[in-house]
């Protein structure tokens, strides 16, 4: 099939069509010509989008698809058609699954259940078995299946020794290990940010300091150990000021930020809403600004959406008892462009490639095809009725949004909303 984008405005700020308004003809999987008023195959079939934007496919590092075994929250085939519909081309599937995705076969499992999709996944293969936090998964083998990185999902490794050899051990494959950071002692039972808003509310609080002490400790490790870390969902103003430092001594350091912490903060919990009940827990707005601005000066690498479906009893209890979670891949894109620059959005959104060793997506003639289509200029409201989920438990539900995803294009898929 010949498809021709017709009038798309390209946002590449690193390639040469940056900001025009083209023409780009796809054929067989791959970019046959980009450029102004294209001469158009006799069998083309031509989108025509009014005011649509372009960039390279949209990749997000930390999405729970359920499936193996939590499928009344999310199966592999939703998850990925609302992926799609969301903007994302590709996905790094968390192993938050049952079995823990911590062996080679549950990895080829999840690649065979996305076999013909239009938006592809990568598995994270737990770093731990059982994601129990006391001995190595079989890492090399899963990498040799097509683990992507290493980590235990929303669980910080104890063992400080464990978590070294880990780091040095990856070395010799180039992985990467994925650094949940929140002491759990620290945590204790607690639900929400510390803070006015939980003295007020009367729930009981979580440091900040949870997170910036194994912020600190693992920075640490990989000062001495050498190798590859990413720590996710950063949430607080001095985590962020931790990694600009071990950025600044050299230390192979990237992080993320979810969606909902650069949205919302502890504000939003005067509901006792549990869709608000995240981990990390949301904070203040002074923590916010500090993550935005990590983001504008490159201390934080990439933004996530943290998508994580909670089956409706993991939410419909007490506050206390919630599961934490939230979905959020339907929201990202309008619930971003509500607060903050499109260019800078669209950078964060397909930094995760570069990060973890996967080549560019470039838009350009002979380039594969790897692109999403979106608006900017339309304000509303994210509403129930654009939850594709199988799971409900938006946090971002009733947030200000501007623009929408139009679409996405990948290798010979094109996905039109």
């Known amino acids: 099939m010949t498809t021709v984008l017709k009038s798309v405005t390209i946002v590449d700020p690193k390639g040469a069509h940056h900001n025009q308004c083209v023409d780009i003809h796809l054929e067989d999987g791959l970019i046959q010509a980009v450029g102004e008023n294209l001469a158009l195959p006799q069998d083309a079939q031509v989108i025509e989008l009014p005011n ?12 729970v698809l359920g499936e193996p075994g939590y499928e009344a929250a999310e199966t592999i085939a939703n998850g990925l058609h609302t992926a799609a519909s969301s903007g994302f081309t590709e996905i790094m599937v968390q192993p938050h699954t049952l079995p823990v995705a911590d062996n080679a076969a549950v990895i080829h499992l999840l690649h065979q259940k996305a076999l013909g999709q239009a938006t592809a996944i990568h598995p994270i293969g737990a770093l731990t078995m059982g994601s129990a936090g006391q001995a190595l998964a079989e890492l090399y083998d899963m990498q040799q299946a097509g683990a992507i990185a290493f980590g235990d999902y ?8 464990l978590f070294k050899i880990a ?17 759990e002692n620290l945590r204790g039972n607690g639900v929400v940010n510390e803070g006015s808003t ?34 996710p969902t950063l949430s607080t103003a001095k ?46 707005a002074q923590d916010r600004e500090a993550l935005w601005e990590g983001l504008r000066d490159n201390t934080i690498d990439c933004i996530t959406t943290d998508h994580h479906p909670v089956a409706i009893e993991g939410k419909k209890v007490e506050f206390d008892l919630a599961l934490d979670g939230s979905i959020g891949l339907e929201s990202a894109w309008g619930a971003l462009a509500a607060v903050l620059p499109m260019d800078l959005i669209v950078e964060k959104l397909t930094a995760g490639r570069a990060i973890f060793g996967l080549p560019p997506a470039v838009i350009a003639p002979g380039a594969a095809v790897n692109l999403t289509l979106f608006t900017k200029a339309e304000t509303g409201t994210f509403t129930a009725d654009q939850i594709r989920s199988t799971s409900k438990n938006a946090a971002l539900l009733g947030q200000p949004t501007r623009g929408k995803v139009l679409g996405i294009a990948r290798e010979k898929h094109l996905i039109l909303n």
């Open 198 to 231: 939980a003295t007020r509310l009367g729930l009981k609080g979580i440091p900040g300091l949870a997170e910036e002490l194994q912020v600190a400790r693992n920075l640490f490790l990989l000062e001495y150990t050498g190798g590859a870390l990413h720590i």
């Open 52 to 63: 649509a934007y372009v960039s390279a496919g949209w990749f997000d590092t930390s999405v």
């Open 167 to 183: 780091l040095q051990y990856v070395q010799d494959f180039k992985g990467r290990v994925l650094a949940y950071c929140e002491d």
């Open 239 to 284: 985590s962020v000021a931790l990694v600009r430092e071990a950025k600044a001594r050299g230390l192979n350091v990237t992080c993320s930020v979810a969606v909902a912490h650069l949205v919302l903060t502890d504000a939003v919990l005067e509901s006792f809403d549990t869709r608000y009940k995240l981990s990390p827990p949301l904070r203040t």
């Open 154 to 161: 929303k669980k910080s490794m104890k063992n400080a020794n």
